[in-house]
């Protein structure tokens, strides 16, 4: 019975002291990369700014019809980048061979970044700015200045808006 007990005894001590067999570990690394590109993302909520006819003498600044134009410029750039909201006109305003200089027409500007102007037809006028990748949102609100020496007709031209982020 001693030997017995002896050998219990051993198998006890000997199934202590040896580690389990599922006990094994390996590791591995992954090597995790990320590209981010310059990006940026533009919303307008109008297509079309319209003025309506009045009289000088009363209106001497005629605002657009439609109100304020919302708008939402995202962009990812570099962390100290410039991010630039732009605005230049095609031509100045023209009906047939007549033309109003597209210099009559001024904007006010609400928004974090967002600065009042006037439209240019030769330079980009700066609507808005900011460093470093973000969203903003603001309002751009468009009026004419009204003269009587304007010439009769219906008058027209296309804003180019530019949103850069280097």
Known sequence: MNIRLALLAAMIVASALTPPLMAATSTGNVGV???????????????TVTFANADPDVVPSIPASGGAISITAKAKTATGAAVTLTVVAATDLTSGGDSIAVTNVTWTATGTGFAPGTMSKTTARTLASWTGSGSRTGTQSYALSNSWSYPTGTFSTTATYTLTAP
């Open 33 to 47: 990369a990320v590209t981010v590109s310059a990006r940026a993302k533009l919303e307008l909520s109008a297509s």
